[in-house]
Structures are given as structure tokens and as C-alpha cells.
């Protein structure tokens, strides 16, 4: 019997592997940084990012895929991550100012990846956004991001595929921010 | 298959023997990349260069079958950005905006051209490298460049290939074999976007 588990054991780690290893930087991409450059908005700070209140801490931490832990590349916290990808990507579009009245927060509220099955994965991710100007709330929107994708039984195939897809979400997660007339008009495009 | 036969007369061995085969099968692997001779290396004087040169913002993403995998981005991210630098078009070459707003992003995608390659090395693992098989990466580069915000996109694409033999196999035609995967890799990555590169400098529409 030892021998089986053991065996079952070692052939799930061929089939899988065990590691922890965290999505990539967020590079900001072309698409993105167009929509950001040509909407009007003004150059805008980043602030507070964090854990939505009641939330497991452990969500913020690391997602799973298959035995395999995904973390960020961000003081391992994705709602971090969140706001670097943010912060790059504004940078990028000439539209980040540290000293800026009007700031982006945000509140990681869903944060999943189910990649266990072997024809189909899936990922959720849902953050609370807001902009103020100095003190005063302009902007109040959570946004959710839903991604589905081919997967495969083969470990090797599927932890990566998984892994690229979820770092995905937070792109598309900001690709919809971007995209919202509300929060344009909020960050001073138009005025 | 005497071992094979002696096991097989109780489950505990089966299961161990097929484990033990796996584990071989995947440490047997002996890989050998080649850079497929499709395209070549561009030597700075094969560029158009416009008078005067204009600085570049530069975006590069990596994908693998469409989607964006940032860990390869964030390794090839230095060397897309050095290729374009020693090519010698742009007066400099930057991740954020420049002045005048010329912005170009460079998107390898890298597609598989072999069907069921897991199949294949699985095969050949599993044979101790005796059935030698050959996989192909093809890798799409798409070059979108805007002179400036507003202005029309002009865009380019270049294609590319590696091609890995597992096993006993002999060296596929019409490629290069790379002293090691970072370097077939490397030269793909150069390679491919110093074709995309010059073709866009061919283009009449850039550098007006």
C-alpha cells in the first residue's frame, strides 16, 4: 500500500509538478496605454490599494493551481499588484503624477483561479475603485472580471496556461476601469 | 519486457514499474534547438534610417498562444528594447512617452506549429530517446508604430520558427542549431524583430 501511495505520488508530481512561483511584472500594454493617452483625463496619483474589509487574508496572498501556488511579484499582495499594474500603466501613458489632487484607490473584492478540471479553467477577480479629489469621493464603482479558457490534464501545459490567463484578469480588470466614461469624466477628461 | 512480464503479476508492481518509467522517460530527455534559417540577422545599414531621428516609446509584450505571459516578457523585455536601440533608427529609445509621441509596440506571439507535441515527447521518453521526434514553435511578431498621437498606425509582421528534436533524431533542414535554449531564444527574439523592423523603415509612410 505504501508503495502505491508513493507511486501515485511521485506520478502526480510528473504530471504536475509542486512550486510556487509568481505571475510576471505587469507590462503595460499597447491598448491600454492609447485608451489612457488619448481619453482626456488629467495626470492622476494612486493611493491606498488593499484587501477588501471581512475578506480571508489569505486571498491576497496567493491563488492555486493544481498543488501549484501563484503569488505576486508585489510585496506578495495582488491587491498590490493591482496597483502597480495601475501605476505602470499610467506612467506609460504620461498620465501618473505623485503629486496629483485626484487619486485612485481601490479594494481587492474577488480574487479566484479554478484550473483543477481538464478541459476547461476559470478566473474571477473583482476590485471596489474610487477616485477623490482631495477629500471628496468622485468615482465609486466595483468592477468584476470573469475569464474562461481551454485547460488540459497535462500539468505542464495547464499551470502556465492558468497562471498567464489569471495575470490577464488584472489587465482586462483595468482595461474596463479605463474604458468607463464615469471614471473618465472623474479624472478631469472633458473639463 | 522481462522485467515487464515478471511484474505484472501484481498490481503493487505494476504501479511502481509505470511510475519508475515515467520518471525515466522524463529524465531521459536529450534536446537540441535549432533557429529556423527562414530569416537572418539585420546588420544596421539594411535600416532606413530617417533624417532626423525621432525618439520612441517602446511597449513589448511576450504571448503564448495570444495570451500575455509576463515572466517571458519580463526576460526578453531588455533585449527587444537593445535590438531596437542598436538598429540605429530612433535617435533613443524609452518605456515612457517621448517627446513628439512616437509609440511603438512590439507583441512575439508565440503559436505551437506541431500538433500534439506532448504526445510526441512523451513517446520519446518513453522509449528512452529511441523514437526521436522534432517539435516547431512558430512565433508571430506584430509591429504596430504611430509617429505620433492621431497620427495612422502603420503595422508589420514577421514570422519565425525553433524547432527542438527529442531523442534520436537528426537535424532538421534549413536551421541553425543553438549552443543552448537561452540562445535559440535570443536569436529568434533578435532576429525576428530586426525583420519586422526594417520592413516598417521600408514602409514610404515612415519617417514622413
Given amino acids: ?191 | 519486457m522481462r522485467l515487464w512480464m515478471s511484474a505484472a503479476g501484481t498490481t503493487r508492481s505494476r504501479v511502481l514499474y509505470l511510475t519508475l518509467l515515467l520518471a525515466a522517460s522524463s529524465l531521459s530527455g536529450c534536446a537540441t534547438m535549432y533557429v529556423d534559417n527562414g530569416i537572418k540577422d539585420i546588420a544596421p545599414v539594411e535600416f532606413h534610417h530617417p533624417q532626423p531621428s525621432q525618439p520612441v516609446q517602446l511597449l513589448f509584450t511576450f504571448e503564448t498562444k495570444g495570451t500575455p505571459n509576463g515572466r517571458a516578457t519580463e526576460s526578453l523585455k531588455k533585449q527587444v528594447s537593445d535590438t531596437v536601440v542598436a538598429s540605429g533608427v530612433f535617435s533613443s529609445v524609452s518605456g515612457e512617452p517621448v517627446t513628439g509621441g512616437a509609440l511603438m509596440s512590439i507583441v512575439i506571439n508565440n503559436v505551437p506549429i506541431t500538433d500534439n507535441a506532448f504526445g510526441k515527447g512523451f513517446a520519446t521518453g518513453l522509449t528512452f530517446g529511441l523514437a526521436g521526434n522534432t517539435v516547431s514553435d512558430g512565433y508571430v511578431c506584430t509591429l504596430d508604430f504611430q509617429a505620433h498621437p492621431g497620427s495612422a498606425k502603420l503595422s508589420k509582421v514577421a514570422r519565425h520558427a525553433i524547432h527542438t528534436t527529442v531523442g534520436a533524431k537528426g537535424a532538421p533542414p534549413n536551421a541553425t542549431k543553438a549552443p543552448s535554449p537561452r540562445d535559440a531564444v535570443t536569436t529568434m527574439t533578435r532576429q525576428i524583430v530586426g525583420n519586422a523592423l526594417k520592413d516598417l523603415t521600408a514602409d514610404p509612410a515612415f519617417g514622413q
Fill in chain 1, 1 to 191: 500500500m505504501t508503495l502505491r501511495i508513493l507511486a501515485s505520488i511521485a506520478f502526480c508530481v510528473l504530471i504536475e509538478g509542486c512550486a510556487t512561483v509568481p505571475v510576471g511584472q505587469h507590462q503595460p500594454p499597447a491598448e491600454s496605454v492609447v485608451t489612457l493617452r488619448d481619453s482626456g483625463i488629467a495626470a492622476v496619483n494612486v493611493g491606498e490599494f488593499k484587501l477588501a474589509a471581512g475578506l480571508n487574508l489569505a486571498l491576497d496572498k496567493s491563488v492555486s493551481v493544481r498543488g501549484n501556488q501563484v503569488d505576486s511579484p508585489n510585496g506578495n499582495s495582488f491587491s498590490l499588484y493591482l496597483k502597480e499594474s495601475l501605476i505602470a500603466d499610467l506612467k506609460a501613458a504620461g498620465k501618473y503624477d505623485a503629486t496629483a489632487p485626484l487619486s485612485i484607490q481601490g479594494e481587492l473584492t474577488e480574487n479566484e483561479l479554478n484550473a483543477a478540471g481538464f478541459s476547461e479553467a476559470n478566473a474571477v477577480l473583482a476590485a471596489h475603485f474610487t477616485v477623490k479629489n482631495g477629500n471628496q469621493l468622485i468615482y465609486d464603482r466595483v468592477l468584476r472580471q470573469q475569464s474562461t479558457w481551454k485547460s488540459s490534464f497535462v500539468g505542464a501545459i495547464a499551470i502556465p496556461e492558468a497562471r498567464n490567463q489569471y495575470a490577464n484578469g488584472y489587465t482586462q480588470l483595468l482595461a474596463q476601469l479605463y474604458a468607463d466614461q464615469n471614471f473618465r469624466t472623474a479624472c478631469g477628461a472633458g473639463l
